[in-house]
């Protein structure tokens, strides 16, 4: 069929229907007109000729009609009139059309904006080219105690990333990352940055180009070399305001020089994280032992190579690596096949997605099922007006209007209901995008970047169809196939025959209710978890009234460390001078902040270990005081003393839970002893403290050594000071958080050191609150989720309970005027919404009792199918059924029966 | 009303159509007239079969339509075969005598 005729009759009919239709006006006219004149000329007088005529031609219009039909592109036209129709009908039903419209807009906004999250968060977490190649190096080590932690396996250490790169077969590039704060010095204010620090491989495995200059070469990593540094787009317009002549200059980072060589493009991250500076690690190949294991391992696949592959091949090596490294003359180098390292690599994906896709697909589901009810509630709407139109439809019917006429009458006005509420949906989704932002998670990586892009319109445009195609269907599947035998039947109008039309309202109602309590069934689970996680005693009280703030001290500003010891102790005197300060004390970390633990093998003096060795324990430094700083309260024995820091006292405090599991009560443990390895000194127990929950609230309390803030560096073999460079101070305050307080924090510090940037200011509240952001963020949106489905059960049951009143008018007054009780006749439809809403939530809890398993990880210190809630819910959703029938009941049994008799 | 008969009537009214203006162009009334003269008045075409046909065969252009004046100067629509509609004449021609020899010689026997 050639192909140019076609388009030309289609644009033609399209854009000059007025022509054609004039066309076509006038050759019918002639028509009949020859016609006409034939049968004069065959003899006929001309009243009867053309009357001849016209039935022969069997009605212009007719004609007309079925040469409009056969045109291309016909269907556009009669869709156009469809939505013509539709939307003058919506004109006159503004009170239906409204809630319609804004049901759909929440309805669908919220699904696209919580889409919009998980395609940007889920499907699409890593800007990196090809990256379905890039695999985390994770490493499993079940023989490692806690350092194998649940949320980053194994790390890596730098000479297992020299071996596997040397000699994997799988990879095409591989590197080790780790993340760390820097002083930026130098310039008007000092300032901490954060940075990454990255070896050879790294950039080449992300594979995204610079925005400026280049990327680190080999000799950049090579440890000798001059120093080099790239910058985040962030920083550069921060720091630089995006000035392009930026490379070549240096910065001083830490008190060391370092020459500015690239500039990263502006969506560039480390994996999932923001910096300011890249930096070289710089890895020593002839300077390495088999420890430390404090790195992150990213690495890019050959094409065709498999993950499994990958874990063989790298299997492979773990004895390569323990063959070609030592941790020291006389150290055994196979000590580590009691960890049973193995492999076992995730997608980079996987890995950064991580524990958020619970919660983003359960507040996926959540929504999803919201649209759902509120396209059942549209459903029901429009089963009752379609009712209503009934005797208009039938009669259509019968003159002849096909069934696919009416039906796609029916649909296209469902269609413009959904689509409008579709666009309206667009407007609920960037507000609904806002509020994510501003009130998710921290775990969600993004968000601040995410904006209703073409995927995300897409999906929305989509869903309004689908809703519209759902709810527009049922009134079609019931009146489409009305027949004129229907017209008949229908003039008995209000006769109680309705009942099989009641039956479909009630099933949509009976399905609502089911959905409303799976919404809310999961929301209460979520507030009961909110509630027992704020029931759980964390280790440290007001968390309001706690100011925490870090400060580091790079070797490069002071090298020794009693100097440093001496400089954060002077520090936490003047902050503890300022008026209002109660105590301020430090530690290398306080809990619940993010950053990697540290750990050490911790053996008990008289205990004897499984395979020889100790296990790994998880240790904090700190200063005097600062328990009583955090509010942790002293089980038994003593703090430390600034002489016992400075006397380099062999004492340590340990945990209350590390006290009961190696002597049995703290205060047995007092006087007891512990040590690191099995050569060095015994230090001695001088207190118990409260267990502390540093891995948050809905993570068990760990034993902790506490180490004085200075200590003898247990690794060399000459004694030397050691102690964190890089502290938390924990500072006791009403004033916490406000600025004037910061300013003077600031103040204090800079009095003993103008050099040491202050950075992570922020009160525990903030740091506490964090751990329970998660949590609350789907208690939030589960919540509304759930108040919307109630509100919309609610509306569901209110409108069918309603309609039924205003179908069994004329039963009604019957009844009244027989005798019956007022009474009687409201329980008589309050009882059918209860019977209805007790079969929703019958289904509703076989459904909800299944759909809580996959809350699982999401809940705390309550079970999938808590008894309270399991039982709470339905009686709030039978409350709620018997207020939204009540009204429409009491209509009812007000009814004047002669009123109600007269208005047939 | 099933789709096979349809077809096989639409297929003969295009093949009637298109044959009736291989003596030239008409309009409507014109070919309605010839088809009942070629086919012995077996088949009369009502306006509401022949105008749907004539105007789908010209959009997909076998037939191509301009106004003119007829016997009696009155302005009315012709139409012509093109270039297309001669092939699709052959085509329909061919298949139509492959179609009635078949019948007829399934008719026959016995």
């Known amino acids: 069929m050639p192909l140019l005729p076609i388009i030309r009759s289609f644009v033609r009919n399209l854009f000059r229907s007025r022509q054609v239709e004039s066309d076509l006006d006038e050759e019918i006219r002639s028509h009949l007109e020859m016609l006409t004149e034939e049968n004069i000329r065959a003899g006929m007088p001309p009243e009867e000729a053309q009357r001849a005529a016209r039935i022969e031609l069997g009605g212009m219009d007719q004609v007309k009609e079925q040469v409009r039909e056969v045109q291309i592109g016909n269907w556009i036209h009669s869709v156009l009139s469809d939505c013509r129709f539709a939307f003058r009908q919506f004109r006159k039903h503004p009170g239906f059309t409204a809630v319609a419209v804004l049901t759909l807009a929440f309805g669908i906004g919220a699904n696209s904006a919580v889409f919009n999250v998980v395609d940007g968060v889920l499907l699409h977490p890593l800007p990196y080219p090809e990256s379905d190649q890039l695999v985390a190096l994770w490493l499993d080590a079940p023989g490692a105690g806690g350092l194998a932690s649940f949320s980053t396996g194994l790390q890596l250490s730098p000479s297992m990333y020299i071996t596997f790169s040397d000699h994997n077969e799988t990879f095409q590039s591989m590197g080790i990352w780790t993340s760390g704060r820097a002083n930026v010095t130098g310039v008007a204010q000092p300032e901490e940055v954060r940075t990454k620090v990255i070896s050879d491989g790294i950039l080449q495995t992300l594979q995204v180009a610079p925005l400026l200059g280049r990327w680190f070469s080999a000799s950049d990593q090579d440890p000798r070399a001059s120093k080099s540094i790239m910058l985040s787009y962030g920083y550069w317009q921060r720091r630089f305001g995006g000035d392009p002549g930026i490379i070549g200059r240096t910065l001083q980072v830490d008190a060391q020089s370092r020459e500015i060589v690239g500039v990263m493009p502006r969506d560039f991250r480390m994996v999932d994280q923001d910096f300011d500076l890249l930096i070289p690690m710089g890895v020593d190949r002839n300077n390495q032992k088999l420890a430390p294991f404090g790195y992150d391992g990213i690495a890019r696949l050959k094409p065709g190579a498999s993950l499994a592959q990958a874990n063989a091949d790298i299997a492979r090596l773990v004895p390569v690596w323990m063959d070609s490294w030592s941790n020291g003359p006389g150290t055994n180098p196979h000590y580590y096949d009691v960890w049973r390292i193995a492999p076992n690599f995730h997608s980079l994906k996987q890995q950064v997605v991580g524990n958020i896709s619970s919660v983003l697909w359960v507040v996926m589901s959540t929504v999803g099922v919201v649209l759902l009810i509120a396209c059942t509630n549209i459903a029901n709407l429009l089963l009752v007006r379609a009712d209503s139109r009934q005797q208009e439809l039938c009669v259509r019917a019968a003159l002849g209007s096909s069934r696919g006429r009416i039906a796609r009458e029916l649909l296209v006005e469902s269609m413009v209901l959904s689509l409008t509420g579709g666009v309206v949906g667009v407007a609920v989704a960037y507000a609904g995008l806002r509020l994510l932002a501003a009130a998710g998670p921290a775990g969600l990586p993004r968000l601040s970047e995410i904006s209703l892009d073409a995927r995300s319109l897409g999906f929305t445009f989509l869903l309004s169809v689908f809703s519209g195609l759902f709810f527009g269907s049922i009134p079609v599947w019931k009146y489409a196939r009305a027949s004129a035998f229907r017209v008949i039947h229908s003039t008995e109008r209000t006769a109680t025959t309705g009942r099989a039309r009641q039956q479909s309202r009630n099933l949509l109602v009976v399905a609502q209710v089911a959905m409303a309590l799976v919404l809310l069934v999961s929301a209460a689970l979520m507030i009961r978890t909110f509630a027992n996680l704020r029931k759980v005693e964390p280790g440290f009280w007001n968390p309001g009234s706690l100011q925490t703030l870090r400060i580091s001290i790079p070797d490069t500003a002071i090298s020794d460390p009693l100097l440093v010891t001496r400089t954060q102790h002077s520090i936490a005197e003047q902050i503890a001078a300022i008026p209002g300060v109660t105590t301020a004390a430090f530690a290398s970390a306080v809990p619940m902040e993010d950053g990697d633990p540290n750990w050490d093998q911790i053996g008990v003096e008289g205990k004897s270990y499984e395979g020889g060795e100790p296990p790994l324990r998880m240790f904090n430094y700190i200063s005097p005081g600062y328990f009583q700083a955090m509010g942790t309260r002293m089980i038994a024995g003593r703090d430390f003393t600034w002489a016992d820091i400075y006397g380099l006292r062999p004492m340590v405090i340990v945990s209350e839970n590390f006290a009961r599991e190696s002597w049995g009560s703290p205060a047995a443990a007092i006087g007891k002893r512990v040590r690191q390895f099995s050569n060095m000194p015994w230090q001695e127990v001088i207190g118990v403290v409260q267990d502390v929950r540093v891995h948050g609230v809905d993570k068990d309390a760990p034993p902790i050594i506490y180490w004085p803030a200075m200590l003898n560096d247990p690794y060399t073999t000459k004694p030397t000071i050691d102690g964190p460079r890089s502290a938390t101070f924990a500072i006791r305050s009403d004033r916490a958080g406000e600025q004037s307080f910061i300013a003077q924090l600031q103040r204090a510090v800079w009095s003993v050191n103008s050099d040491l940037p202050l950075a992570s200011i922020r009160t525990m509240q903030e740091i506490y609150g964090r751990s329970l952001e998660r949590t609350s963020f789907t208690l939030v949106m589960l919540a509304i989720a759930g108040s919307m489905g109630l509100a919309l059960s609610i509306i569901g049951i209110y409108g069918v309970i309603s309609y039924a009143v205003s179908q069994r008018t004329r039963e009604i007054g019957i009844r009244l005027a027989l005798g019956a009780q007022k009474r009687e006749l409201r329980w008589m439809f309050v009882r059918s919404a209860l019977a209805l809403a007790g079969l929703g939530i019958a289904v509703g809890l076989i459904a909800a009792s299944a759909m809580v398993q996959f809350m699982k990880a999401l809940l705390f210190g309550v079970s999938p199918l808590d008894p309270w809630t399991f039982i709470a819910v339905p009686l709030v959703l039978l409350a709620a059924a018997m207020l939204a029938s009540h009204l429409p009941a009491r209509r009812a049994s007000s009814l004047d029966p002669m009123m109600a008799l007269r208005c047939e | ?110």
């Open chain 2, 1 to 110: 009303m099933a789709p096979e008969p349809t077809t096989l009537l639409q297929g003969t009214l295009d093949l009637l159509i298109l044959k009736s203006l291989v003596a030239g162009e008409k309009h409507g009334l014109g070919i309605s007239r010839r088809i009942e003269q070629i086919t012995g008045g077996t088949f009369q075409v009502k306006p509401g079969s022949l105008f749907p046909a004539l105007h789908r065969m010209e959009e997909e252009g076998w037939i191509s339509a301009f106004w003119g004046d007829s016997e009696n100067n009155r302005r009315a629509k012709y139409y012509r075969l093109t270039k297309a509609g001669q092939k699709q004449l052959e085509a329909e021609t061919q298949r139509w005598t492959r179609i009635s020899w078949a019948i007829a010689r399934a008719l026959e026997a016995s």
